[in-house]
């Protein structure tokens, strides 16, 4: 059987002129980076087109460590409603290196349903990454000069700077630092870190910027500190944010790319959703929107992370709203959420997959929750059995949710086809704007108690002294109106990455609030959450090599 690296290696690409052809793109339009790579200009978003599209959010059930297939399921949901003659684009994030060195490898699909070229949008891409973190450290490098500065200080209290610095890979001994060693002409000595790139705000805020002046004006609101007498200072007392943005003038722009089958595909921004607010960028979601009659997209981890993060931050601060959901389940994640070990996934257990659907069951009425019209995709692996399969249909049907079985892996969109004309109907009778959870403009603990007992199922939420620090300071500097991002793990609806299927009457508790001012939220952190991921015993690294003609394996 070929590897993903091996499946993308075989196809012949389209240059990238040809995929722009379909969306009826000048081609005087493109910034072309190489053949099969380029950048779209903003300009080509069109709101009137926008409001004529059919917006398709594709999110799963609480994964297993290796994910359910959200990506592969998009892609190859956009192949299928392409073969049956909706024009249609994938709108996706990119790939972050810390997960593709760490644990999962390539994150741009797999089997027949990836995006192209499967190499360069795993590794640098068009260097997206790379221009969000020298914006990010660049605002750190300002923040310790000022301290240094005596002629033009703001006095900033070194022990109040939250800003910290960003690397894209997971490097667990950067989490705790301490610069400005080595005497007064190097620094001031003070205690810091370094965050991913993927979980910086500038990630979040290139992702919520409308446009460049949107993108300078969030960059000089980000929160840094205060002063020695207590005064709040931000990037733009640094005069900070004009050389930031102008670091970002390419970065802005969404990446044209092509699927398997040679259709567009739209690749722009990556932040984590259990650590960040999970989705591609408003501009590229939009993009797509404008130059297609229907856009796939997808948020990352399970519904209660990714989707309710989509919905309540993005697609308010975006004024959009999804025609149709798809919910990615598979029979493995059933099984461990029914108790089976993920070492024994492989081996059939019906029981265990009858008693993992209820964290199936949960995401589904977090979907009605919001009022929107979701169909269940069946990401089919090739250990799965009928009965097991069959246990999710027939749930699924009890329900009143269509369950469709997603083969994309192995057929790209001819497994698709079923799914592609179920969502299509779903999106072409769908015109209601989704219902919010929350009004922006309640108070804090208002907001968390909302998503926590409505998406969650928590009984309750418990916030540490901390915490109740933490929401005085938020109402004292005028920004309770702001969304909340909450920082939870992955692996469970709670707080608890032990609590599996669908935990009740928990208590979801909140041991810091963080500012992300210019990203727009607020960001309750729960459990042992923390924004520096670390490498596991065998990182996917290992497997990683590239001979002596340039070509590259181990990115499976």
């Not at 389940?329 to 993920?342: E, F, M, N, P, W």
Request: net charge neutral; glycine share 8%.
């Amino acid at each position: 059987m070929k590897s993903d690296i091996q499946i993308a290696q075989s196809v012949k690409q389209q240059p990238i002129t040809k995929v722009a052809e379909k969306l009826n793109i000048n081609l005087d339009s493109l910034d072309l980076y190489g053949k099969y790579k380029a950048k779209l200009p903003l300009e080509l978003i069109n709101e009137e087109k926008i409001a004529k599209c059919k917006l398709i959010l594709v999110s799963a059930i609480s994964p297993t460590p290796a994910g359910e297939g959200k990506t592969t399921t998009s892609i190859g949901l956009s192949e299928g409603l392409n073969r049956i003659g909706k024009k249609t684009t994938v709108v996706l994030r990119e790939p972050s290196l810390g997960p593709i060195f760490g644990i999962k490898g390539g994150a741009a699909g797999g089997g027949w349903s990836q995006v192209l070229p499967m190499e360069e949008i795993n590794l640098h891409f068009t260097g997206d990454f790379s221009a969000v973190e020298k914006a990010n450290n660049l605002l750190s490098a300002l923040i310790d000069n000022n301290l240094q500065n005596k002629k033009f200080s703001l006095n900033l209290d070194p022990r109040t700077i939250e800003w910290k610095r960003v690397m894209d890979m997971n490097d667990r001994s950067l989490r705790k630092i301490v610069v400005g060693l080595g005497g007064t002409a190097n620094g001031i000595p003070r205690e810091t870190g370094f965050d991913i790139t993927a979980a910086s705000e500038i990630m979040a805020i290139l992702c919520l910027s409308k446009d460049l002046e949107d993108l300078k004006n969030r960059m000089g609101n980000i929160f840094i500190g205060y002063t020695m007498d207590k005064k709040p200072i931000y990037a733009r007392d640094l005069k900070a944010q004009g050389a930031m943005a102008a670091l970002l003038k390419d970065a802005i722009r969404p990446n044209l790319v092509q699927t398997i089958e040679g259709n567009p595909a739209i690749i722009h921004g990556g932040p984590f959703a259990n650590i960040a607010q999970g989705t591609n960028t408003i501009l590229a979601t939009k993009m797509g929107m404008s130059l297609s009659n229907y856009v796939v997209t997808e948020a990352g981890f399970g519904f209660d992370l990714g989707a309710e993060k989509f919905l309540n931050i993005k697609c308010r601060t975006a004024g959009i709203s999804p025609n149709a959901v798809v919910i990615v389940a598979t029979v493995r994640a059933l099984k461990y959420h029914g108790g089976q070990s993920l070492k024994a996934l492989g081996e059939p257990n019906p029981k265990a997959v009858a008693k993992g659907c209820s964290n199936l069951e949960k995401h589904l009425e977090n979907a009605q929750h919001f009022g929107l019209p979701a169909v269940v995709a069946i990401n089919r692996f090739v250990a799965d059995t009928e009965e097991e399969l069959q246990i999710i249909r027939d749930k699924c049907k009890t329900l009143g949710v269509s369950a469709i079985d997603s083969d994309v892996w192995a057929k790209g969109g001819e497994g698709a086809l079923q799914l592609a004309e179920t969502v299509a109907s779903l999106a072409d009778n769908w015109n209601k704007p989704f219902v919010p959870t929350y009004e922006w403009n309640w108070g804090v603990e208002e907001k968390i108690n909302a998503i926590a007992t409505n998406i969650y199922g928590a009984k309750n939420v418990e916030y540490t002294v901390d915490a109740k620090a933490d929401i005085k300071r938020i109402n004292t500097l005028g920004l309770s109106h702001l969304p909340i991002c909450v920082a939870k793990t992955q692996k469970s609806l709670s707080d608890n990455p032990e609590l599996i299927g669908r935990p009740k009457d928990f208590t979801l508790k909140v041991r810091e609030i963080e500012i992300a001012a210019g990203a727009g939220f607020i960001i309750p952190i729960t459990g042992e959450m923390m924004r520096m991921p670390g490498l596991p015993d065998s990182p996917a690294s290992e497997n990683i090599d590239i001979d002596n003609f340039g070509k590259i394996d181990g990115l499976f």
